[in-house]
């Protein structure tokens, strides 16, 4: 329709479904590990923000509340907590909060733009 949004399909390409339906851009998805939510931005309130949606496009929940912009989320391997970037003063910062949105705090704070997170995968359990 012209509006960046969200949707899942199968891995062939069928059963296509729309997650998100707003006038604002939704963006940058991130699936959950155990595949039940999806992460992602939007610009629906204003300014960049983190939300999260289940697969079923039910429940979604806003993660930030900033006058900030929260960009580009990355789920931790376990699922329990998300990485971000931020811009919370002169540049952008990488933060760090639990799957629920509290706990907000900086992982990476440096003077130069820290832009782009990613996890470091956790080795597989014997």
């Not at 479904?17 to 851009?25: C, F, G, M, N």
């Not at 590990?33 to 992460?39: E, F, K, L, V, Y």
């Not at 907000?104 to 782009?116: H, K, R």
């Amino acid at each position: 329709d012209g509006n960046d949004e969200i949707y899942i399909m199968d891995v062939d390409g069928t059963d296509m479904q729309r997650l998100t339906d707003d006038v604002a851009e939704d963006w940058w998805p991130a699936w959950s590990p155990d595949g039940t939510q999806i992460a992602f931005m939007s610009a629906r309130d204003g300014n960049y923000e983190i939300y999260v949606i289940d697969v079923d496009s039910t429940n979604l929940l806003r993660l930030t509340d900033n006058n900030t912009e929260d960009w580009r989320p990355v789920w931790s391997p376990d699922g329990q907590w998300l990485a971000y970037v931020t811009w919370r003063g002169s540049n952008y910062d990488i933060y760090l909060m639990d799957a629920e949105g509290n706990y907000q705090t900086p992982l990476v704070y440096s003077p130069a733009n820290d832009i782009q997170v990613t996890w470091y995968p956790q080795p597989a359990a014997e």
